[in-house]
């Protein structure tokens, strides 16, 4: 059975968009615009911990450009958006959701899940994290 995990955030072109994107393609050793030298090894760190690459496609039309992907590393790709926040000095955050399939049924196979960035923080929540809190809260009734 094949597992995927789906993603697709779509952002104005703006700073922080082009350094996600140049992020991006300097993780996957792609041509384009080298993010700053302190990004660079930040990035450079993270390619040597971790061995699955983002896997998101790059789509830019009219004034955006769309993150996208059916096996994208959820990790590596919002350590690459924190990295980013930080090269540009964003001070908000950035949400995105994920969904989780599989190639057939299979209990458990779907889901997914949510994750919100900021230039300090990363904090993922799973729909089976939901799902065991309310058993939790079921259970004190």
């Keep these: 059975m094949d597992y995927f995990t ?40 993270l390619r040597q911990t971790e061995e699955i690459s983002p896997n998101v496609e790059i789509v830019e039309k009219d004034e ?3 993150f996208e ?7 590596v790709f919002s350590e690459l958006i924190k990295i980013a926040m930080k090269e540009v000095g964003e001070n908000g955050m950035i949400t995105f959701s994920y969904a989780l399939t599989a190639s057939r049924s299979h209990i458990e196979a779907f889901g997914g899940g949510a994750v919100k960035i900021t230039a ?22």
Excluded: M
């Excluded at 992907?69 to 990790?75: A, F, L």
């Excluded at 300090?120 to 004190?140: H, M």
């Design 6 to 45: 789906h993603i697709c955030v779509g952002f104005v072109e703006n700073e922080l968009s082009r350094a996600i994107k140049n992020a991006v393609k300097f993780y996957e050793l792609e041509e384009g615009d080298a993010p700053p030298p302190r990004s660079r090894r930040l990035i450079e760190a």
């Design 64 to 66: 955006y450009i769309y």
């Design 69 to 75: 992907g059916d096996s994208v590393n959820v990790e």
């Design 120 to 141: 300090k923080k990363i904090t993922d929540i799973s729909t089976s994290e939901i799902v065991q809190k309310w058993k939790r809260a079921a259970r004190k009734l």
